[in-house]
T-cell receptor, first 113, second 114 residues
Framework: DTEVTQTPKHLVMGMTNKKSLKCEQH?????MYWYKQKAKKPPELMFV???????INESVPSRFSPECPNSSLLNLHLHALQPEDSALYLC????????????FGQGTRLTVV | GDSVTQMEGPVTLSEEAFLTINCTYT??????LFWYVQYPGEGLQLLLK???ADDKGSNKGFEATYRKETTSFHLEKGSVQVSDSAVYFC?????????????WGLGTSLAVNP
């Protein structure tokens, strides 16, 4: 199993809503990542979890709140988002944070209205 | 800091044409180099990688050689297909011990016409 699974695939939410994005991997990887990608741009790193602990937060606004309940799961909780937060949100994992060969999920396409 | 520069797109080719997408980098250490591909509406897939100088990565007919003397990692394919239409990202791993991050190029869009 070499997959990273993200749900939902598409999400439309209002600016006052609270929603969560979910990511799961069963490759035994100990590092997991959240990226944000705008159309036709490279992905921007948001958060890195290493051994279930947050190790990198790239100055992301607090309306994005990551959570790593266990080594296979990664969530991104969303609250009070702005329309400019509309993007493709990608989850990735790698064997460890020092190993940068990352496996990406298909992404969640988020639209904030 | 480390950086990656890719040729600007879009690149439009006819089927069976030869493809080159240029990628050069600047790095203070000894990074690993990657090409990722993103098909329309999908996430990113690792296409190939090279971890040290003179290594050649290859996959699905694509090749790239890690050239330290020219700080380059150009992507090539001898005969492209319509199904290769996608955005291609060159990336390097910033050498910072246990806090390695991927540094991305801006991406090159490829359209292959039948």
């Amino acid at each position: 199993d070499t997959e990273v699974t993200q749900t939902p695939k598409h999400l439309v939410m209002g600016m006052t809503n609270k929603k969560s994005l979910k990511c799961e991997q069963h490759m035994g990887h100990r590092a997991m990542y959240w990226y944000k990608q705008k159309a036709k741009k490279p992905p921007e790193l948001m958060f890195v979890y290493s051994y279930e602990k947050l190790s990198i937060n790239e100055s992301v606004p607090s309306r994005f709140s990551p959570e790593c309940p266990n080594s296979s799961l990664l969530n991104l909780h969303l609250h009070a988002l702005q329309p400019e937060d509309s993007a493709l949100y990608l989850c990735a994992s790698s064997q460890g944070q020092g190993v940068v060969e990352a496996f990406f999920g298909q992404g969640t396409r988020l639209t904030v209205v | 800091g480390d950086s990656v520069t890719q040729m600007e797109g879009p690149v439009t080719l006819s089927e069976e044409a030869f493809l080159t997408i240029n990628c050069t980098y600047t790095a203070t250490g000894y990074p690993s180099l990657f090409w990722y591909v993103q098909y329309p509406g999908e996430g990113l897939q690792l296409l190939l990688k090279a971890t040290k100088a003179d290594d050649k990565g290859s996959n699905k007919g694509f090749e790239a050689t890690y050239r330290k003397e020219t700080t380059s990692f150009h992507l090539e394919k001898g005969s492209v297909q319509v199904s290769d239409s996608a955005v291609y990202f060159c990336a390097l791993s910033e050498d910072a011990g246990n806090n390695r991050k991927l540094i991305w190029g801006l991406g090159t869009s490829l359209a292959v016409n039948p």
